[in-house]
């Protein structure tokens, strides 16, 4: 991991770690379980493979995801968080608390745009009483999906 330039101060060096929205979404997306690039290129639409890959790399640089090629050539590669990666979840929980407080949108405005709320939106739950369980739940299995497509 690099030790990152500033201040010095904690909070300056966890802003640099996370400080684009791209990361957080990356963070939120891989909160289940692993993924493939293509997954991610799904579901963080409308990022371009070239900024995800650039996120990509950059988290692994700084160990809060781990790369691992499955098969033969580049084109079978999946991410995982480290427990490193994870630290972040209360960071999400906190973001969207306050974005529901502020108004900037609703979790039924990504139901309706994109058929379905975010894999760690406690709408998920048929159980919404409680909404505790969404941290503890085991990750869903990993869905197997053709990423064929080579990107550099």
């Given at each position: ?12 060096g ?47 640089r ?12 580049k ?8 427990p ?19 108004g ?12 379905s709320y ?28 053709d ?6």
């Open positions: 991991m690099i030790r990152r330039e500033g201040d010095g101060c904690p909070l300056t966890a802003l640099q770690l996370v400080g684009d929205k791209w990361t957080l979404l990356v963070v939120r997306d891989l909160w289940q379980g692993p993924l493939r690039t293509r997954e991610l290129l799904t579901a963080l639409a409308p990022i371009s493979s070239r900024t995800l890959l650039g996120r990509l790399r950059d988290m692994e700084d160990a809060l995801v781990i790369r691992k090629v499955l098969g033969k050539g084109a079978h590669v999946e991410y995982e968080l480290t490193r990666g994870r630290l972040l979840f209360p960071l999400l929980d906190a973001l969207w608390k306050i974005g529901r407080e502020l900037c949108n609703e979790c039924a405005d990504r139901l309706e745009r994109r058929g975010c894999d760690v939106c406690p709408y998920n739950d048929n159980d919404s009483d409680n909404k505790n369980e969404a941290q503890t739940r085991p990750p869903a299995p990993h869905r197997e999906q990423d064929s497509i080579v990107l550099l």
